[in-house]
């Protein structure tokens, strides 16, 4: 069975997908850019306000499935220049805890609406 997770406390889709589907009790959430839910706009060019939003925005969708960050255990971050990945990484690691889940990183030449990073995330309700 497919259970499909959606949050007025994260930006709705920009396109023909969910904010997340749990499927035999894992969580798939879509890749998260750094758009203010209410306004649907960036949030800043600042990488690392960025950063934090596409991190509350993947909070707020953890919370509407019952979950948290500790149930996080894939993530894929996409950025626009690896110039910034310390940046990024400092921030990504504030929000979790150890163990940390897996995760992937790449450098990308574009993201959606001019996004300097998006992430993607796999929970587990286990």
């Known amino acids: 069975m497919k259970n ?3 949050t007025n406390q994260a930006p709705a889709a920009i396109g023909p997908y969910s904010q ?23 949030v800043s060019d600042d990488v690392s306000k960025q950063t934090r939003q596409v991190m509350k925005n993947l909070g707020a969708i953890l919370k509407e ?12 971050i996409l950025l626009d220049s690896m110039d ?12 979790l805890d150890e163990p940390y889940p897996a995760r992937a990183a790449f450098e990308v030449s574009k993201l959606p609406k ?13």
Do not use: C, R, W
């Open 4 to 6: 499909v997770y959606s």
């Open 20 to 42: 997340a589907v749990e499927v035999g009790g894992l969580l798939f959430i879509s890749g998260q850019i750094p758009l203010d839910p209410s306004s649907m706009e960036m």
């Open 65 to 76: 499935a019952g979950l948290d960050y500790k149930h996080l255990v894939k993530t894929t």
């Open 84 to 95: 910034d990945f310390a940046t990024v990484n400092d921030i990504y690691a504030s929000f």
């Open 114 to 126: 001019g996004a300097k990073v998006e992430i993607e995330a796999i929970a587990s309700k286990a």
